[in-house]
Antibody
């Protein structure tokens, strides 16, 4: 079964840092681009970042550029999101998702990040 | 403000049909495949339609997708109360090199 499991969310103060992880199983992780998508409470989906299979191509939403860093470890079947200089508006559930062409499937269950003092 | 534009809400009676529109531009919908996602309350998004009109295995044929120019449409026939959810369209924006989603449409089955 193809599965993605996020971890690392929690409560952090404004200006703080957090590292999210996404563990993949059930497919050849190293063959796919991976993405992070977030959803603020009561809001819609917002694409955050994408990384190609070999990490050659990396893209970010303007809202996180310069603060967030996406990375992956194909040997560990894992995707990461290092989040620095966190702001209240970064509060959201963060989902990792496998990218196939221009669509995302599957999605993980999400991990909640709360930025508050 | 989402890059792709969807109506905030739609509603219809059980057994009826509903359509949800998604409008974009030449740099996103106009030159890329569109996908649709269903998000039931309290759960992660789930792929419903990919490559404009293809259904993943397990998705009933009550769900359909189409695209014309810079717009796409999700259709749902034979509405069931279990279809009540938020629906999102998505694609890739080639000029910005970013993923883009619509703001989401809340479906109510009256």
């Amino acid at each position: 079964e193809v599965q993605l499991v996020e971890s690392g969310g929690g409560l952090v103060k404004p200006g703080g840092s957090l590292r999210l992880s996404c563990a993949a199983s059930g497919f050849t992780f190293s063959s796919y681009s991976m993405n992070w998508v977030r959803q603020a409470p009561g809001k819609g989906l917002e694409w955050v970042s994408s990384i190609s299979s070999s990490s050659s191509y990396i893209y970010y939403a303007d809202s996180v550029k310069g603060r967030f860093t996406i990375s992956r470890d194909n040997a560990k079947n894992s995707l990461y999101l290092q989040m620095n200089s966190l702001r209240a508006e970064d509060t959201a559930v963060y989902y990792c998702a496998r990218q196939i062409g221009s669509y995302f499937d599957p999605w993980g269950q999400g991990t909640l990040v709360t930025v508050s003092s | 403000q989402s890059v792709l534009t969807q109506p905030p809400s739609v509603s219809a009676a059980p057994g009826q049909k509903v359509t949800i529109s998604c409008s974009g531009s030449s740099s996103n919908i106009g030159n890329n495949y569109v996908s649709w996602y269903q998000q039931l309350p309290g759960t992660a998004p789930k792929l419903l339609i990919y490559d404009n009109n293809k259904r993943p295995s397990g998705i009933p044929d009550r769900f359909s997708g189409s695209k014309s120019g810079t717009s796409a449409t999700l259709g749902i026939t034979g509405l069931q109360t279990g279809d009540e959810a938020d629906y999102y369209c998505g694609t890739w924006d080639s000029s910005l090199s970013v993923g883009v989603f619509g703001g989401g449409t809340k479906l109510t089955v009256l």
